[in-house]
Structure formats: C-alpha cells, structure tokens
C-alpha cells in the first residue's frame, strides 16, 4: 500500500503561483512514477503532469506545458507541483497518484491521494 496526502492548495489570483506537494508512505516511493491530475466541478479528471521515478523524464498536458513544472525528491517521499501564471480555468480538485509508467490514462494509476483544492480568481 501507498498513501498520498496532497497539500499548497489555496486561493490565489490569476497570473499567481503555487507549489503543490504530495507526501506518500508505504512502500518504496523512488520506484514508481508519480503523477499529477485534476477534476474541476461537473468535469471528469484529466491528467496534469507526470514523472518517471529517477525524475529524468517528465509528460505534461498541453493546457499546462511552460506553465507547471513537476519535480521529485526521493529523498523526502515528496512529488511537487510548481504552478505559475495560474489561470482561472486551473481552478480544479488536484490529486497526486502513483503508477508504473508515465501515462495520461488515470486508470493505469493505482493509488491515489484525497486531493487539495486550487481556485484562481480572476
């Protein structure tokens, strides 16, 4: 088993930052890829960012890409999301997981944490 616990949401005004973290225990967390999705209200969950476990390969989604930038210390058990030039459209519920390869596919990812709400205010 993993567990997830999110924290750094917030409310912040459009054009801000924010910087996402994601703790998990359990087993080893260096092993597996870890990810970074949201679901904003009446929306399904779409994929945001995600890294390979030695932190040398990294995916994000188009609506985000040279705007948040994901990042990892194994060290720590820690997975970060650096969020700048926030949008109201970021405004979402977002969630850490962890799965064994870097993929969009939110079912391919087994452990998930409760989420940290985002609102951008514009």
């Known amino acids: 088993q993993v567990q997830l616990v999110e924290s750094g949401g917030g409310l912040v005004q459009a054009g801000g930052s924010l910087r996402l973290s994601c703790a998990a225990s359990g087993r080893t967390f260096s092993s597996y890829v870890m990810g970074w999705f949201r679901q904003a209200p009446g929306k399904e969950r779409e994929f945001v960012a995600a890294?390979?476990?030695?932190?040398?390969?990294?995916r994000y989604a188009d609506s985000v890409k040279g705007r948040f930038t994901i990042s990892r210390a194994n060290a720590k058990n820690t997975v970060y999301l650096q969020m700048n030039s926030l949008k109201p459209e970021d405004t979402a519920v977002y969630y850490c997981?962890?799965?064994?390869?870097?993929?969009?596919?939110?079912?391919?990812?087994?452990?998930w944490g409760r989420g940290t709400q985002v609102t951008v205010s514009s």
């Open positions: 997981a962890v799965g064994s390869l870097i993929t969009v596919e939110a079912d391919r990812y087994a452990y």
């Open positions: 890294i390979s476990w030695s932190g040398s390969s990294t």
